[in-house]
């Protein structure tokens, strides 16, 4: 049996410990409002912008658009959202083992897709495994502005505009409670037909219908990569609150245990010493 001073020492490192993932569990917490905000205040603009496109794609019949246009594929590109840091319970995981199993399925040599990875743990994850990673940004804010990304996303349209890929899919968490996320996999391009129901007004356009469709359509599956990673930023701060207040309940678990064999040995060690003092009294009479 572990002595008395090994038991109040791993006593105090766990009490340690659970300040710690308490003082986590809070900050994400705190988070969590912020992105939960964020990604539903990003929902009206999408809104919008898919009622503008769809009411110029299935208005018009000579309005095209290459985006709008399905083309053989002989290369697919993967967008995968992960975050920066561990520590998040099965966020990252599941995700990665997602698309790890797409992949493996669908393609049988690197060649036949690319990787387009937000998030550290997915970079190394992919890279470990000798997979065919194109782009990658770390280091992204826990409240990302549109400007954080602007650079990869607009790398990411132009990958298909200039027919390096043929299709491109997205994976992420979807939030769709404080303890409830859902790995969502989305076609991002090419868009196809876009949602009628949506097309609700009717617009004039200025010079014509197609060369709107030149400047919103990459507009539109940029933001579409936004709001993906907002939404997949509201359940890493969910995911890691959940996780680090199991972590904490855990450690409270730990502790009493761990404080009532401290007491038992304690009590043992007691009654020990005082056999010892009867024995050796009754020793001398």
Do not use: W
């Amino acid at each position: 049996m572990a002595s008395l001073r090994d038991i109040d020492a791993r006593i105090k490192s766990t009490k340690k410990t659970s300040q710690i993932t308490k003082a986590m569990q809070m900050v994400s917490a705190s988070k969590l409002n912020r992105a939960e905000t964020n990604a539903k205040a990003f929902v009206p603009y999408m809104e919008k912008i898919q009622e503008v496109v769809s009411s110029i794609a299935n208005g018009s019949k000579d309005a095209s658009h290459p985006m709008l246009v399905s083309r053989p594929v002989k290369r697919t590109g993967y967008v995968v959202i992960t975050s920066d840091r561990g520590l998040a319970g099965p966020y990252n995981s599941s995700v990665l083992r997602k698309v790890y199993q797409t992949i493996s399925e669908r393609h049988k040599s690197p060649d036949e897709y690319g990787i387009i990875v937000l998030g550290r743990m997915g970079s190394e994850f992919f890279r470990m495994r000798g997979m065919n990673v194109i782009q990658e940004l770390t280091g992204i804010s826990d409240q990302p502005t549109f400007d954080d990304i602007k650079g990869i996303t607009s790398s990411t349209v132009k990958l298909f505009a200039d027919e390096t890929v043929d299709e491109i899919y997205m994976y992420y968490n979807h939030f769709i409670s404080a303890i409830s996320q859902e790995v969502t996999e989305k076609k991002l391009l090419p868009l196809g037909s876009v949602d009628s129901d949506k097309a609700s007004t009717l617009y004039e356009f200025e010079p014509n219908q197609e060369e709107i469709l030149k400047v919103l359509l990459p507009q539109y599956a940029e933001s579409l990569m936004y709001g993906a990673l907002l939404d997949g930023k509201a359940s890493e701060h969910a995911s890691r609150m959940t996780a680090m207040k199991s972590a904490t309940d855990n450690a409270s678990e730990l502790i009493g245990s761990l404080t009532l064999t401290y007491n038992r040995a304690r009590q043992a060690a007691i009654t020990q010493e005082i056999t010892e003092i009867v024995g050796g009294a009754a020793a001398l009479e």
